[in-house]
């Protein structure tokens, strides 16, 4: 005799409660730190500013800053041609300057070239570019924020409201007068170059409100400028049917 519809709902239910218990929990060992570029910095009066970045694996995240002098003219940022995602932008340490962060997930392998394109000539662009492993490619960012000051201070701080616990946080600092970057909350990566630099927390942290803090090193009282993204972590994207089938089997 076959089956009523309520038992093969519950039979469903029951399949679909067993696979939720028993699948793994996570795919991935979280992220990692793979490799950055320098602070790279124009030549004036120029629209673009080209410069190399290597992606040492597939299923990368690559994550490029920009700050324009000339306001908020940027048109777009490309890897090895292709297009990256803005996450966020905002005003800069200074009236009229402005702060980018974009990121592209998966991106090509090896060494290929940024390039951030303006539509104006006014003074230079500056840029940094890090790739990590282990961000989720779908889903992000996971939260992001900015913060700045148009008067000297001696630290600025910027709160970002994280979803996923374990998400590492992102984040472009930018100093007027070039004191070196620095925060206890921040691994920076690269050479600090003129007042800019990208560092991030270099682990994961908890949901939840998250602050940033900048401070700069032998500067005095600066204006300042910053801009956080937090990222996923792949380990804390649910498991296919896929995953739970190569996990038991």
Same mark, same amino acid.
């Given at each position: 005799?076959?089956?009523?519809?309520?038992?093969?709902?519950?039979?469903?239910?029951?399949?679909?409660?067993?696979?939720?218990?028993?699948?793994?929990?996570?795919?991935?060992?979280?992220?990692?730190?793979?490799?950055?570029? +320098?602070?790279?910095? !124009?030549? &004036?009066? #120029?629209? @673009? =500013? $080209?410069?190399?970045? /290597? *992606?040492?694996? %597939?299923?990368?995240?690559?994550?490029?800053?920009?700050?324009?002098?000339?306001?908020?003219?940027?048109?777009?940022?490309?890897?090895?041609?292709?297009?990256?995602?803005?996450?966020?932008?905002?005003?800069?340490?200074?009236?009229?300057?402005?702060?980018?962060?974009?990121?592209?997930?998966?991106?090509?392998?090896?060494?290929?070239?940024?390039?951030?394109?303006?539509?104006?000539?006014?003074?230079?662009?500056?840029?940094?570019?890090?790739?990590?492993?282990?961000?989720?490619?779908?889903?992000?960012?996971?939260?992001? +924020?900015?913060?700045? !000051?148009? &008067?000297? #201070?001696? @630290? =600025? $701080?910027?709160?970002? /409201? *994280?979803?996923? %616990?374990?998400?590492?946080?992102?984040?472009?600092?930018?100093?007027?007068?070039?004191?070196?970057?620095?925060?206890?909350?921040?691994?920076?990566?690269?050479?600090?170059?003129?007042?800019?630099?990208?560092?991030?927390?270099?682990?994961?942290?908890?949901?939840?409100?998250?602050?940033?803090?900048?401070?700069?090193?032998?500067?005095?009282?600066?204006?300042?400028?910053?801009?956080?993204?937090?990222?996923?972590?792949?380990?804390?994207?649910?498991?296919?049917?896929?995953?739970?089938?190569?996990?038991?089997?």
């Amino acid at each position: 005799m076959s089956r009523s519809l309520p038992s093969r709902i519950l039979a469903a239910i029951s399949i679909v409660a067993v696979f939720l218990f028993f699948a793994p929990q996570s795919r991935a060992a979280g992220i990692a730190f793979d490799q950055a570029t +320098n602070v790279q910095i !124009s030549s &004036s009066g #120029v629209t @673009s =500013l $080209t410069y190399s970045a /290597t *992606v040492a694996a %597939s299923n990368e995240t690559l994550i490029v800053a920009v700050h324009n002098v000339s306001g908020d003219t940027v048109t777009g940022v490309t890897y090895n041609g292709a297009a990256m995602t803005l996450v966020t932008k905002a005003e800069g340490f200074a009236s009229g300057q402005y702060m980018y962060l974009y990121y592209l997930t998966n991106p090509s392998t090896g060494t290929n070239n940024v390039v951030v394109s303006r539509s104006n000539t006014t003074s230079v662009i500056v840029s940094q570019a890090a790739a990590y492993s282990g961000m989720s490619l779908t889903g992000q960012p996971d939260s992001f +924020n900015s913060g700045n !000051s148009l &008067s000297p #201070v001696a @630290s =600025l $701080t910027v709160n970002t /409201t *994280v979803v996923l %616990s374990g998400s590492w946080i992102v984040a472009w600092c930018e100093y007027d007068n070039n004191p070196t970057c620095a925060s206890s909350q921040l691994t920076f990566r690269g050479a600090n170059n003129n007042g800019f630099s990208m560092g991030d927390t270099n682990a994961g942290v908890s949901s939840g409100s998250n602050s940033i803090t900048l401070n700069n090193q032998g500067g005095g009282d600066q204006r300042a400028g910053m801009l956080v993204a937090s990222f996923a972590s792949d380990a804390t994207a649910a498991p296919s049917i896929g995953d739970w089938f190569s996990f038991w089997w």
